[in-house]
Nanobody
């Protein structure tokens, strides 16, 4: 099992950047695929990005491809989401997620952070 704490959200203007961070507990962090999801008001939670346990594979939603970058540091039990060229439609609560395979973390992760608010003003 893994516990996740996400942070780094805030208020930014259109075109700006933010970096979200997710700190994970446990000694087996590198065995977990990690992901980020987001939920805007009145909408369902949606997949944003994911990265394999070793960091060799990454996956992105079409809406963020080329603007967001997911990375991980297994020595520090941390996963990052660098968000550039932010748009008002990126406004949402962002959640870190984890599971044992890439497929599970993209579709139906079992472990979640508490969420961090990102607001992009126009």
């Amino acid at each position: 099992q893994v516990q996740l704490v996400d942070s780094g959200g805030g208020l930014v203007q259109t075109g700006g950047s933010l970096r979200l961070s997710c700190a994970a507990s446990g000694r087996t962090f590198s065995t977990y695929a990690m992901g980020w999801f987001r939920q805007a008001p009145g909408k369902e939670r949606e997949f944003v990005a994911a990265i394999s346990g070793g960091g060799g594979s990454t996956y992105y939603a079409d809406s963020v491809k080329g603007r967001f970058t997911i990375s991980r540091d297994n020595a520090k039990n941390t996963v990052l989401l660098q968000m550039n060229s932010l748009k008002p439609e990126d406004t949402a609560v962002y959640y870190c997620a984890a599971d044992t395979t890439d497929g599970l973390v993209i579709k139906r992760p079992r472990y979640w952070g508490q969420g961090t608010q990102v607001t992009v003003s126009s």
